[in-house]
C-alpha cells in the first residue's frame, strides 16, 4: 500500500492507537491516538472527504465511510459499495455477539498471496482513477 501511494504520488495516512507504535518509517504520515475503543474510526469519519480511499477490515467503519462517499476497500481487495451497508452492519453486529459469547464465530480464512495480489490490483485501479 505504502509503495503505491509513493508511486501514485498520493497521500496516505496510517491511523493507530500507542498500542500498535512501530519503529518502521513510511511514506504514509502516521498519527497515532489514544488507545480509546473508538478513537481511530471517529478520527477516520471525521477526517474521510467524499472520494478518499479507506483500506479496513471493520465493517461498521467501512460502512460509515461509504455513507461519506469514500471508496472502500477490504485488506482482501473487495471494493463495498452502497448496496452492502447492510449486510456490513449486519456483519458488526455479528461479530459483537460473537464477542460477548452469544453465537459462535465464524473462521476466517487464511491471507494468502493471491490475496494480496488482488489487494494491490484493486488499490492501485483505484489510484490510476483518482488523477
Not at 504520515?29 to 480509546?36: F, G, N, S, V, W
Not at 465464524?106 to 495480489?117: A, E, N, V, Y
Request: hydrophobic letters at 35%.
Amino acid at each position: 500500500m505504502d509503495g503505491l501511494a509513493r508511486t501514485y504520488q498520493s497521500r496516505s495516512y496510517f491511523v493507530s492507537t500507542f498500542s500498535h507504535v512501530t519503529t518502521k518509517r513510511f511514506y504514509s504520515k502516521t498519527i497515532m491516538l489514544d488507545p480509546d475503543p473508538e478513537a481511530v474510526d471517529l478520527y477516520i469519519l471525521n477526517h474521510l472527504q467524499k472520494g478518499d480511499i479507506l483500506i479496513t477490515q471493520d465493517n461498521g467503519l467501512a460502512a460509515g465511510a461509504i455513507q461519506k462517499g469514500g471508496l472502500v476497500l477490504s485488506p482482501r481487495g473487495k471494493l463495498y459499495n452502497n448496496a452492502e451497508i447492510h449486510s456490513l452492519l449486519l456483519s458488526r453486529y455479528e461479530g459483537v455477539l460473537a464477542k460477548q459469547g452469544k453465537v459462535k464465530p465464524k473462521s476466517t480464512r487464511s491471507f494468502t498471496k493471491k490475496d494480496r495480489q488482488q489487494f494491490s490490483h484493486a488499490l492501485e485501479e483505484l489510484l490510476k482513477n483518482q488523477d
